[in-house]
Every structure is written in C-alpha cells, then in structure tokens.
Nanobody
Framework: QLQLVETGGGLVQPGGSLRLSCVASGSTLDHYAIGWFRQAPGKEREGVAC????????NYLDSVKGRFTISRDNAKNAVYLQMNSLKPEDTAVYYCAAKPSYYCSGLRGADFGSWGQGTQGTVSS
C-alpha cells in the first residue's frame, strides 16, 4: 500500500520561501504522476502543480507560475514543491497525491488515489 508523508510547512513572512517534501513508502513512485494540492479555510481544494512519472513534464496553477517549482527524485522516492515569493493568499494545508499514470492530464483531485496527511503553510507578517 502506497503511503505519502508531507513535511516542510511552517510560518513565513510575505516574500519568503518554503520547501515542501513528499516521501513515499510501501511502493516506488517511478510509475506515478505526482500532484500537489492545497486547501485554504472556506475554499475548495485546488490543484497547484503536477509532474509526470518519467520525463519531468510539469504543469502549474496559473497563480503560482514563476513562483513555485515541482521536482522529483525517484532514487529517494520523493517529490518536492519549492515555493518562493509567497503571498498571504498561499496560506493553506498542502497535500501531495499520487496518480497511477505516467501523465498528469490536468489537476483534478479525483484522479489521484493516494494522499498524504497534509502540511500547513502559513504566510503572514
């Protein structure tokens, strides 16, 4: 059974950075596309970024393009989300999730079958 654990959340000031990690156990990630999602209080869950299983093709939510970078290290069975130039509206619980596919094909949460427990990122002065 694939299990995912997110770490790296915390409190930062506007303009600061956080680097989130998603580490898998129970299975390898090399045949999964991996997505990052977030949910803020009172808002619907939204897809933030996705990376394909093998060739590293990525896609992003428009509001984070140029600020966030998703990457993966299959040798470490891990996926990362580097978040720079953070804004208060980025405050949310961030989740990683695995899709049993080589391809992202969008950022629909229903397409992802395995989810981590989430990590809180807070951007405030």
């Amino acid at each position: 059974q694939l299990q995912l654990v997110e770490t790296g959340g915390g409190l930062v000031q506007p303009g600061g950075s956080l680097r989130l990690s998603c580490v898998a156990s129970g299975s390898t990630l090399d045949h999964y596309a991996i997505g990052w999602f977030r949910q803020a209080p009172g808002k619907e869950r939204e897809g933030v970024a996705c990376i394909t299983a093998n060739d590293g093709v990525t896609n992003y939510l428009d509001s984070v393009k140029g600020r966030f970078t998703i990457s993966r290290d299959n040798a470490k069975n891990a996926v990362y989300l580097q978040m720079n130039s953070l804004k208060p509206e980025d405050t949310a619980v961030y989740y990683c999730a695995a899709k049993p596919s080589y391809y992202c094909s969008g950022l629909r949460g229903a397409d992802f079958g395995s989810w981590g427990q989430g990590t809180q990122g807070t951007v405030s002065s």
